[in-house]
C-alpha cells in the first residue's frame, strides 16, 4: 500500500510565505517524476511544478520566480517553498507521484489528499 501524505499548508497574509511537504510511503522500488498541482474553487486542477527523478524542474508561468520545487529521494519526499503568495495562489494543493512498485512493470500514478492553502489580501 503507497501512500502519499502532505503537510504544511495553511493561512498566511499576501506576501508570506509557505513550505509544502510530500512523504511517499509504503512498497516502492523508484519514484520518477514528483510533482504539485493546485485546484481552487470552482476551477480545473492545474500543474504547479514538476521534478524529474534526475532533479529537472518546470513551473507553471504564474508560479515562476516565486516557488521552488525540490525533493530528497532518500526520504521519498517532496517540497513546495511558496514565496511572494497572492490571495490568487489559494486553493488545495494537490502531492502527485509517479511510481514503480516492482524493478520490472508499470509506473503508477498516485496522489496525496491535498492540503489546503489560504492567501488573504
Known amino acids: 500500500q503507497v501512500q502519499l501524505v502532505e503537510s504544511g499548508g495553511g493561512l498566511v497574509q499576501a506576501g508570506g510565505s509557505l513550505r509544502l511537504a510530500c512523504a511517499a510511503s509504503?512498497?516502492?522500488?523508484?519514484?520518477?517524476?514528483m510533482a504539485w498541482y493546485r485546484q481552487a474553487p470552482g476551477k480545473q486542477r492545474e500543474l504547479v511544478a514538476r521534478?524529474?527523478?534526475?532533479?529537472?524542474?518546470n513551473y507553471a508561468d504564474s508560479v515562476k520566480g516565486r516557488f521552488t520545487i525540490s525533493r530528497d529521494n532518500a526520504k521519498n519526499t517532496v517540497y513546495l517553498q511558496m514565496n511572494s503568495l497572492k490571495p490568487e495562489d489559494t486553493a488545495v494543493y494537490y502531492c502527485?507521484?509517479?511510481?514503480?512498485?516492482?524493478?520490472?512493470?508499470?509506473?503508477?500514478?498516485?496522489w496525496g489528499q491535498g492540503t489546503q492553502t489560504t492567501v488573504s489580501s
Open positions: 509504503g512498497s516502492i522500488f523508484s519514484i520518477n517524476t
Open positions: 521534478i524529474s527523478g534526475g532533479g529537472s524542474t
Open positions: 502527485n507521484a509517479e511510481l514503480r512498485l516492482r524493478a520490472t512493470g508499470p509506473s503508477y500514478s498516485y
